[in-house]
């Protein structure tokens, strides 16, 4: 019999949040198709007094039976009791649904879900289900006490304990590694694992489910809801268990009550009853990616509870066995079993059976460059790296972490053409592969880093706390994907990409073009401070000419380019190679040093001026073929004015558009501001970024700042009264805002002159109408109207980098304040990691959010880990490789 491949499902299915233990986690408008009574007139009475009949309920008990359209009351002689009788099972709503026309039609799990055996045969790769109860049972090399398998029915779980104990182990620490839910049916004197599957694809386990509950509760709620709908199927149940060829499928299993049913927790922690040594712990793993940092902390919160995993252990005793178990006994299980190993290290010292030296040559190198840049920043990182190394080879008997890495990146570089599928695409599918394992790999560093830190003391601080100490870890990690820098430079010239103008991606809504020759030049009122787009050859010369008149006078610049992206003049005219059908989506290319973006343009450059091809290009009016005979990049453009104005410096800092700047780019902009001032006391400050608006704005405010530490700050005026909706927080001041004030000292002043600096810079650029206070208060408002989900998490997202950049702006006064009797010798961002995190700063950016209007804890985008992350409108198609 084939598969089939028809799914169709019947009634219409609302999903509820789950209720738990006694209401029923399913409520659809299809009634249940049964036996429908002869007498079914009237408001009910019928049915109810049938319904009482079943219950069998004797006349001396019920005094009085009231019936109604919801379940009979009934009332005792003494009047002592009153009671609902709610056994209308068959009057709820429940969801119907069939794999195929050629299958049966039975009732859904949660209204949609098929129940399916949890484990087929294949799966059992070292045949180890009959000899020793689980499949792919197994010891990790060497003299560990480690142990790994996939699911075992309950017969199965207590043979894998007796075989344990026969082998002398007297405590086991058995951790289950699931975090989809899992039920077990009574079965030829067994409880066999089942788990619910969705009709999409009935091999695959449930993942990302209901956040606000755990594998427990749903588990807890499906086992109450199979006794329901089996009591409206005569007690039987539908199952799956050929799910290939469907022969003789659905089976049928008799249920009769709860006790039939078991749960994870049922099947795992009912044998420990009768040997009190073992434990047992669920630690939900993700399928896919490295797990949270609170599953590290649940993690490390076994080991504090288990003393002979500590440092305070009775040597005299042996170890504890570690037993993992996943579905197969494969992904999770491997990395639990890396985990494990990890922590045995610490507690005992290498293993007996460490890797050979030709062992080490013959695996595969994982040269990732944010591999060498975690590890050079982490305290001992090279014998960290080499312990999570030999930790992976001693439990690679089903998997290897490492090989994952390294074969995902060779089939995504073997993709030559590629293929969009359903908006995703080949190379998109194997990139996400490659980068979830490598994500995998770099927080098993992490993670024993944070071991020898913490596990000496007995860990004070959890995972999740040490993190928020070790923010930089964050910014490190977050430079994983950085394909676009090794991107080729002849995408142009090979008609891949297009180069786009200025005129076409920016709007001069300042007006300033037909005079300065560049959109949305400013100035901040009192200030040799400057803002402004993108400017060509022509513009450049214009805008030093006016800075250098008789009237004005400056005679030193520091001009300082913000761009992340690519830029270069043709034939006069400013250029950025963009993709074709995502013509406004910049193209940020990720670097260690500002030197490598002008390297770049440079190699860029040269390569247009080679090919002397006809190019595509988009200008203000259309698309067109054009000839570049003249190419300079931005830095040319500076070099070549410097002869005309001696006191022209320029510099590359790049600034990520409506995030927060990272510390780096604190020390960088001020460190270039110390130096110019130290030059000349008078020097004068001009920003530019592709449009003078986002990144400009950010970098002027920081310059402000700066500028007032070391002239002088300007009076500050009282503060007005604003009667107007959302006044507060068009004043910013939100309550993740206002936390962070309060713990700074002298706080709501240091507030109060970034909210003074931030009015002074946005008073030139009202047609901009860009205040960042109130864009944050805007731009979140906008959530509520956005036309699709993508477009409200966009809108979430940009709202909290908005939030965060002003949290970064006040802190970055703070540090100024703060570090000025040392002339800033302590840069921004050893201030940040020695003084601020300390202080708990990263703990409050790492749930981040508009608390006064929902849960932060609801979006990722909360999390240091998720924002921090490159994030992009559209997804553009890949060009470079991983390096």
């Known amino acids: 019999m084939q598969k089939p491949k028809d799914v169709s499902t019947r009634g219409t299915y609302v999903r509820p949040s789950v209720q738990i233990m006694g209401v029923s986690a399913s409520a659809t408008s299809q009634a249940a198709p049964l036996t429908q009574h002869a007498d079914h007139q009237g408001n009910g009475m019928a049915e109810d ?62 209204g949609e879900f098929f129940m399916v055996q949890d484990v087929y045969n294949r799966a059992d790769v070292l045949s180890t289900t009959k000899s020793c109860g689980a499949p792919n049972f197994r010891k990790v090399k060497g003299n560990y006490p480690l142990f790994g398998m996939g699911q075992p029915s309950l017969r199965g779980f207590k043979q894998v304990l007796q075989r344990l104990q026969n082998d002398k182990y007297e405590e086991v620490i058995f951790i289950c590694v699931r975090e989809e839910p899992v039920v077990f049916f009574h079965l030829d004197k067994d409880f066999i694992p089942y788990s619910p599957r969705r009709r999409e694809n009935l091999h695959e386990n449930l993942h990302n489910l209901d956040k606000g509950l755990s594998a427990v509760q749903m588990e807890l709620s499906i086992q109450k809801e199979l006794c329901d709908l089996a009591k409206l199927s005569e007690n039987m149940l539908f199952v799956y268990n050929d799910i290939e060829h469907f022969k003789d499928e659905p089976q049928r299993i008799q249920i009769l009550s709860e006790e039939d049913i078991y749960t994870t927790e049922e099947v795992y922690k009912r044998p420990l009853f009768s040997q009190p040594l073992h434990r047992y712990y669920r630690l939900p793993l993700s399928m896919e990616g490295a797990p949270l940092e609170e599953i590290f902390d649940e993690f490390v919160k076994i080991l504090r509870e288990n003393v002979n995993l500590s440092m305070m252990r009775d040597t005299s005793r042996p170890l504890p066995a570690l037993l993992f178990s996943c579905q197969v006994g494969v992904g999770r299980t491997n ?414 002043h240091v507030k109060r002159e970034v909210d003074t600096a931030l009015d002074i810079v946005s008073e030139t650029m009202t047609p901009m109408h860009y205040h960042l206070r109130e864009i944050i208060i805007s731009t979140y408002r906008q959530i509520k109207t956005a036309k699709s989900e993508a477009d409200a998490h966009w809108l979430r997202l940009r709202s909290l980098q908005y939030l965060e950049r002003y949290i970064y702006l006040i802190l970055f006064n703070c540090y100024l304040h703060l570090e000025k009797k040392d002339s800033w010798r302590r840069s921004f961002s050893q201030w940040m990691h020695q003084v601020a995190a300390k202080a708990g700063i990263y703990a409050i950016l790492n749930h981040l959010g508009f608390s006064e209007f929902e849960n932060p804890e609801d979006s990722l985008m909360a999390r240091l880990r998720f924002r921090w992350l490159p994030h992009t409108v559209q997804s553009i198609p890949m060009r470079g490789e991983l390096i």
């Open 49 to 110: 007094r049938h319904s009482l009949q079943s219950l069998s309920i004797r006349n001396s008990k019920a005094k009085s039976i009231i019936t109604n359209k919801v379940a009979p009351v009934v009332i005792t002689y003494n009047c002592r009791e009153e009671f609902q009788i709610h056994d209308k099972i068959q009057s709820a709503n429940y969801s119907l649904g069939r794999i195929s026309d050629m299958l049966p039609e039975h009732y859904l799990v949660l």
């Open 335 to 748: 990395f639990g079993l890396i985990l494990g190993a990890l922590v045995l290290h610490h507690l005992q010292g290498a293993s007996q059976n460490p890797r050979s030296e030709e062992v080490q040559n013959s695996e595969h190198k994982l040269d990732f460059k944010v591999i060498q840049l975690l590890i050079s920043r982490l305290p001992k990182g090279q014998q960290v790296l080499k312990e999570v190394d030999d930790a992976i080879a001693m439990c690679s008997e089903m998997h290897n972490i490492k090989d994952a890495v390294y074969e995902n990146k060779l089939k995504l570089e073997g993709i030559g053409e590629d293929y969009q599928i359903q908006e995703s695409s080949t190379k998109g599918y194997f990139l996400q592969q490659t980068l979830q394992s490598l994500e995998r790999y770099l927080y098993l560093i992490v993670f024993n880093a944070y071991l020898h830190d913490q596990f000496p003391q007995a860990f004070p601080q959890s995972f999740s706390e040490w993190m928020c100490m070790n923010a930089w870890i964050y910014r490190q990690l977050a430079n994983v994907n950085s394909l676009e820098f090794s991107a080729p430079a002849s995408l142009i010239t090979d008609g891949i990409r297009v180069l786009v103008s200025s005129e076409f991606l920016v709007t001069d809504l300042l007006s300033t073009a037909k005079e300065m020759k560049v959109a949305n030049f400013r100035r901040v009122s009192k200030m040799a401070l400057y803002g402004t787009g993108q400017p060509c050859s022509e513009a450049l010369s214009v805008v030093l000419s006016y800075l250098t008149d008789h009237r004005r006078g400056h005679s030193g610049i520091l001009w300082i380019n913000l761009q992340e992206e690519l830029a270069l003049e043709g034939n006069g005219q400013m250029f950025t190679p963009r993709e074709p059908g995502y013509l406004e989506q910049p193209i940020s290319v990720w670097v260690q040093h500002p030197r490598q973006l002008q390297e770049l343009e440079l190699e860029l450059k040269e390569n247009i001026l080679r090919s002397e091809k006809w190019l595509e290009v988009i200008t203000e009016q259309e698309k067109q073929m054009r000839m570049l005979s003249s190419c300079h990049t931005v830095e040319e453009l500076f070099i070549h004015q410097k002869s005309i104005y001696p006191g022209l410096t320029y510099q590359r800092i790049p600034l990520s558009e409506c995030c927060a700047p990272k510390e780096e780019v604190f020390d960088q902009l001020l460190e270039a501001m110390k130096s110019s001032l130290a030059h000349d006391p008078c020097c004068t400050f001009v920003f530019n970024c592709l449009d003078g608006k986002d990144r400009t704005t950010a970098a002027m405010v920081i310059a402000t700042l700066t500028l007032w530490h070391v002239n002088g700050f300007p009076e500050c005026e009282d503060e007005e009264i604003v009667s107007v909706p959302d006044a507060k927080y068009t004043k910013g001041e939100f309550e993740v805002v206002m936390q962070v004030v309060r713990l700074l000292p002298n706080g709501h």
